[in-house]
């Protein structure tokens, strides 16, 4: 069974939830919210993506902010009904 990633959900929306939530303009994304973007396994948080967390968050900002702090997102990653474009 592989590691679950919920702590990293937990973390990522502790320091990051303002910089991809739908509302208000793409952010650069602090310090704070980058020390934990690293340390995530972004292919295991994609697959806990549902409908519910796509109301909340904008799926293009995650990718945004995920790139900004120096994480790879592989083209044609899908994160819950997003797929990640080319870079």
């Given at each position: 069974?592989?590691?679950?990633?919920?702590?990293?959900?937990?973390?990522?929306v502790s320091q990051c939830e303002k910089y991809v939530r739908r509302s208000g303009p793409?952010?650069?994304?602090?310090?704070?919210?980058?020390?934990?973007?690293?340390?995530?396994?972004?292919?295991?948080?994609?697959?806990?993506?549902?409908?519910?967390?796509?109301?909340?968050?904008?799926?293009?900002?995650?990718?945004?902010?995920?790139?900004?702090?120096?994480?790879?997102?592989?083209?044609?990653?899908?994160?819950?009904?997003?797929?990640?474009?080319?870079?």
């Amino acid at each position: 069974m592989g590691k679950s990633c919920e702590g990293d959900v937990l973390g990522l929306v502790s320091q990051c939830e303002k910089y991809v939530r739908r509302s208000g303009p793409e952010v650069k994304p602090s310090w704070g919210c980058c020390a934990v973007v690293k340390t995530v396994d972004v292919a295991c948080v994609c697959k806990l993506v549902n409908k519910d967390i796509e109301q909340v968050i904008d799926m293009e900002k995650v990718v945004y902010v995920a790139r900004s702090c120096g994480k790879t997102v592989a083209p044609g990653t899908h994160c819950g009904s997003y797929t990640v474009p080319p870079a």
